[in-house]
Structure formats: structure tokens, C-alpha cells
């Protein structure tokens, strides 16, 4: 079992930065692949970014190629979303997610955070 704890949304401009936190607790966070995903009104949540469990491989959804960088710390049980040049279209909640695989597809994961709003204005 893994509970997962989102930190670091806001309010920002276009073009600012953020940086999102994902903690982890339970056992075997190192053994779990982690992902972020975001839902805005109206849209299917979808997979921003994911990273195995070693953190040797990522994935980026192609919108934020370039802007986001997803990393993880495994001492501490952390997952981090770091998002800069942000745009409007951004703004979504975004929520971490853990599971066994290392895959873009929300249903593979098993465990959510309860999501964090990360708005950016115009």
C-alpha cells in the first residue's frame, strides 16, 4: 500500500515555473514506477510524465517535452514534476500516481494522490 501526497500548485503567470512534489508513504516506493497526470474541465485525465522505478527511463507526453522534467528521490519517497515556460493550457489538476509498470496509461496505476490545481494565466 502507498499513500501519495501532492504539494506545489498555484497560481502563476505564463511563461513561470513550478514545481510540483509528490510524497510517498508505505513501503517499496523504490519498487513502483511513478507517473504524473492532469485533468482539466471537460478533458480525459491524461499522462504528462512518468519515470521508472530507477528513474532510468521517462516518458513525456509531447505538449510539455522541452518545459517539464520528472525526477524522483528515492531516499526520500519523493516524486518531482519541475514545469517552466508554462502556458495557459497548462492549467489542470495535476495528480501522482504509482504503479507497476512504467507505462503513459492511467488505468495501470494503483495508487492516487488526491490531485493538486496548478493554474496559469494569461
Known amino acids: 500500500q502507498v499513500q501519495l501526497v501532492e504539494s506545489g500548485g498555484g497560481l502563476v503567470q505564463a511563461g513561470g515555473s513550478l514545481r510540483l512534489s509528490c510524497a510517498a508513504s508505505?513501503?517499496?516506493?523504490?519498487?513502483?514506477?511513478m507517473g504524473w497526470f492532469r485533468q482539466a474541465p471537460g478533458k480525459e485525465r491524461e499522462c504528462v510524465a512518468a519515470i521508472s522505478w530507477s528513474g532510468g527511463s521517462t516518458y513525456y507526453t509531447d505538449s510539455v517535452k522541452g518545459r517539464f522534467t520528472i525526477s524522483r528521490d528515492n531516499a526520500k519517497n519523493t516524486l518531482y514534476l519541475q514545469m517552466n515556460s508554462l502556458k495557459p493550457e497548462d492549467t489542470a489538476v495535476y495528480y501522482c500516481?504509482?504503479?507497476?509498470?512504467?507505462?503513459?496509461?492511467?488505468?495501470?496505476?494503483?495508487?492516487w494522490g488526491q490531485g493538486t490545481q496548478v493554474t496559469v494565466s494569461s
Open positions: 500516481a504509482a504503479g507497476g509498470a512504467f507505462t503513459r496509461i492511467s488505468s495501470t496505476y494503483d495508487y
Open positions: 508505505g513501503r517499496r516506493f523504490s519498487s513502483y514506477a
